[in-house]
């Protein structure tokens, strides 16, 4: 049963008038809406009340016992079972989970996954970044491009839910290969999105460029501006000399994007964000005419606000690429 609040110094001052009137500990506590042992507490200690040490069970760690934990746990990939072992220390494996649980400076979080980066992708960021470091305004003028799987179950890691544990609990699909998917190409500017293209099995750079040549070059002055930069990843089919000469022969500038930087690319929030909407509340699908149609449906939903608040995000991106000298940023 838990403890009632302690007496008031108004109260006490009461209780001592009514006690000096010869009120019983009954009737003051009736007078109080106070128990009768609460009363009794107070004139049995009188001058010590509210000084004495609360009651209960001590804690089992000390001080310098609960700041090792945290030391020990600290921005690592552990256990609370391992943080024990490794302390040897005489307590639950639950004892210690509270100790990490009750830190306002730890919370454990999911792995993020990011690439590797060699040094010569490190040096390549900071050239980038150094060489840009002095855009703002110019970066209305890029668009930003990418390619996205999305499969019928939903990325892995993706469903969290709140379970109640008087209830059975819920479960997702796992099919082979996420239940099959769609490959989905899209850009957008300062001005606007372009549609999404579906792309059908493997493509090569023949068949990148005429998805360009078809879906892209009639939108592309609507994205942006006529002078603007277009902006890809390094992958193969992006960078050939085929693609190269195509972009060329259309007088498209391209931006010298560095190699393992998705963080530098608002594309890859822009693909975040649609996920999340795709596949909101866990939602998985049956086939994938149904996921095509949800896919354009979220996309058509994006505003150009939204774009335009990924592309204002460059400058700091850029600016935090160089603090970090070259390494992963947080985007």
């Known amino acids: 049963m838990p403890r009632g609040l302690s007496l008031s110094l108004y109260e006490q001052g009461l209780i001592d008038g009514y006690t000096s009137s010869d009120l019983s500990q009954r009737q003051i506590a009736l007078k109080l809406d106070r128990s009768r042992c609460a009363i009794s507490n107070y004139l049995r200690l009188k001058e010590d009340y509210g000084k004495l040490a609360s009651p209960g ?5 000390s001080d310098k016992a609960r700041r090792h934990i945290l030391r020990d746990c600290s921005n690592k990939v552990t256990t609370a079972r391992t943080v024990r072992c490794n302390l040897n220390l005489d307590c639950s494996i639950r004892t210690v989970q509270r100790v990490i649980a009750a830190a306002p400076f730890i919370q454990r979080e999911k792995l993020k996954r990011k690439p590797m980066l060699k040094p ?3 040096a390549g960021r900071l050239a980038f970044a150094k060489k840009h470091m002095t855009w703002s305004d ?9 390619e996205k799987r999305f499969c019928l179950d939903g990325p892995d890691g993706f469903n969290f839910y709140f379970h109640d544990l008087r209830k059975e609990e819920l ?3 796992k099919r082979q290969n996420g239940g099959g998917g769609l490959m989905v190409w899209g850009s957008f500017g300062w001005n606007n999105k372009s ?3 579906f792309i059908d099995g493997k493509i090569n750079s023949a068949g990148y460029t005429k998805m360009l040549d078809e879906r892209f070059l009639a939108c592309a002055p609507h994205l942006a501006n006529d002078d603007y930069v277009f902006q890809q990843d390094n992958a193969s089919i992006h960078v050939s000399k085929a693609s190269k000469l195509w972009f060329n022969s259309r007088n498209i500038t391209l931006l010298d994007w560095p190699s393992m930087s998705p963080d530098l690319s608002p594309m890859e929030n822009m693909w975040g964000n649609l996920s999340r909407n ?3 509340d866990g939602h998985q ?4 005419d149904q996921l095509k149609e949800r896919i354009c449906q979220c996309w058509e939903d994006i505003s150009t606000e939204q774009c335009r608040k990924l592309i204002n995000s460059m400058p700091s991106r850029i600016y935090e690429v160089i603090l970090k000298n070259g390494k992963h940023t947080s985007y």
Do not use: N
């Open 285 to 288: 699908f049956q086939s994938l």
């Open 138 to 146: 110019k970066w209305q003028s890029v668009i930003f491009s990418d």
């Open 195 to 197: 549609d999404l293209v």
């Open 57 to 61: 069970r001590p804690s089992i760690l």
């Open 278 to 280: 795709v596949y909101r």
């Open 171 to 173: 479960t997702s699909w």
């Open 120 to 122: 010569v992708h490190i």
